[in-house]
């Protein structure tokens, strides 16, 4: 089985959109690329969202590896300008509480979670380890598929996954859910 490390973007700049990293998202980023350079990274995707090419791209650096653009690691839903930062949220609760609710744009919960789950799948013959940044979201969506929502602990549910937590995967099996421990200064 191939070995995933879903790697949440380190912390993005608070504007709707297609924001980059803040400061403290580049340092996230930079501990998030060494603790996944000593765990023999083989292979580095990211969402095409800039947070998450960001993210990748300090893991690619480290590394020595190309990062592959892969729109299915994309968030469940972005707030761009054109909607409010209500209705935004309003949207993404109601994709929270039901599975199958469709939002104004994005996806629902459930086609998230396959969508995440079919790239997965087709990466599973790829040597591993392998990095996959992508987004608090649409991973929780995933790990609600995998282990059921009773074992998805309650904070991810609440406050999403902290920003360049790792989730790693033994192809769809999951060992950890959001590590954080490699961001702790020492």
């Known amino acids: 089985m191939t070995v995933f490390h879903l790697v949440q ?35 580095v995707f990211s ?7 960001e993210t990748a791209a300090f893991i690619a650096h480290r590394t020595g590896l190309p990062v592959q653009e892969d729109v299915r690691l994309r968030e469940r839903i972005n707030r761009d300008a054109s909607r409010s930062a209500e209705d935004f949220l309003r949207d993404w609760a109601a994709t929270v509480e039901d599975r199958d609710f469709l939002p104004a744009s994005g996806d629902s919960s459930r086609a998230a979670a396959e969508r995440l789950r079919a790239c997965l799948a087709d ?7 392998v990095a996959l940044v992508t987004h608090g979201g649409v991973t929780v ?16 549910m609440r406050d999403g996954v902290p920003p360049c937590a ?13 590590a954080t421990a490699h961001l702790v200064t020492g």
Request: hydrophobic residues 40%; without cysteine; positive net charge.
């Open 9 to 43: 973007h380190a912390e993005k700049e608070r504007t709707p959109g297609d924001p980059g990293l803040t400061g403290a998202g580049r340092l996230q980023a930079a501990r998030t690329a060494d603790r996944l350079h000593h765990a023999g990274v083989r292979a």
């Open 47 to 53: 969402s095409p969202l800039r947070r998450a090419r």
């Open 123 to 129: 990466l599973a013959g790829t040597p591993g380890p």
């Open 141 to 156: 969506d995933l790990l609600r598929t995998l282990l059921g929502d009773a074992a998805v602990p309650a904070a991810l």
């Open 166 to 178: 790792i989730t790693t995967l033994d192809g769809l099996s999951v060992v950890t859910v959001a």
